[in-house]
């Protein structure tokens, strides 16, 4: 299956930290759960996409979204605490909470949340690894496979790893570079639930004009995919930031795949 070319439009930003710099979005993305992002102009330098990054946008139905969310959300129940599961029924049989079109529970408290990752990473979030076993053991009707498979066909034919990721509300994954000694030389992520931005940040020379890191952002909406190849794995740290009062406002299921490290001699 052919990689679709990244779709983008370069659109002047408001200021989200120290400085004015561009950000690059889907061109279906400016309306979010109805809400407009307003941008502003700058005289920020053109920028362009990293090599060795791609961006496919509506990858999955909202029907496969659903069926993917529900069995992931499933695995990280299973794999936590049992006091957190038996919060979970209890609060939907008494009629307290009801789980969204999205297939989420709607309230972070309804959930276990970690409050750091052991590296400081990952801030308010669940993560778990989960083998091609344990997605067969969700799969009822043989649908879950079908998607995974589709998705699989972006990377290499063998030697895969995934795990499932998943962001509270107010969640957030700060600037970093994946150890490279852990995976191989491709990074393929799938995005459910709230639409959140990635932040590419250069780690090299390339600056503004007050000598600031360049970024480019990009808003990652449900449904879609996106792969980082060498070099973009190591030229940019990447991070889903805290962006005040805009896009960020719900949580967010991530599925990421990647090829495993080729064994030195």
Not at 40 to 67: A, D, M, N, R, W
Not at 191 to 201: D, F, I, N, W
Request: a neutral charge.
């Amino acid at each position: 299956m052919p990689i679709a070319p990244i779709v983008t439009r370069l659109i002047p930003v408001t200021r989200l930290s120290r400085c004015y710099l561009p950000l690059i979005v889907p061109i279906r993305a400016f309306h979010t759960n109805n809400t407009h992002t307003t941008v502003h102009h700058h005289h920020s330098p053109v920028p362009v996409v990293p090599t060795g990054f791609t961006y496919i946008p509506g990858f999955l139905s909202q029907k496969e979204q659903l069926s993917l969310t529900r069995a992931a959300l499933a695995h990280l129940d299973n794999v936590g605490p049992t006091a957190a599961r038996r919060k979970q029924k209890r609060l939907i049989a008494d009629g307290s909470v009801s789980i969204d079109e999205h297939g989420f529970l709607p309230e972070d408290s309804c959930y276990e949340f970690e409050q750091g990752h052991f590296d400081g990473v990952i801030r308010h979030y669940r993560e778990a690894r989960i083998t091609d076993p344990q997605w067969a053991s969700l799969d009822s009707d043989g649908e879950l496979i079908t998607i995974l498979q589709r998705i699989k066909s972006l990377l290499p034919s063998v030697g895969t790893q995934c795990h499932v990721l998943h962001l509270s509300s107010r969640g957030e994954i700060l600037p970093h570079i994946d150890n490279v000694d852990a995976s191989g030389s491709i990074i393929l992520g799938v995005s459910l639930g709230s639409a959140r931005v990635l932040r590419l940040e250069s780690v090299g020379h390339q600056t503004t004009e007050d000598g600031l890191p360049l970024y480019y952002e990009l808003l990652l909406e449900p449904g879609s995919c996106y792969i980082q190849r060498d070099p973009v794995r190591y030229t940019h740290k990447h991070s889903i930031p805290k962006v005040p009062g805009t896009i960020h406002r719900g949580q967010r299921l991530s599925i990421m795949m990647r090829d495993m490290p080729t064994p030195t001699s």
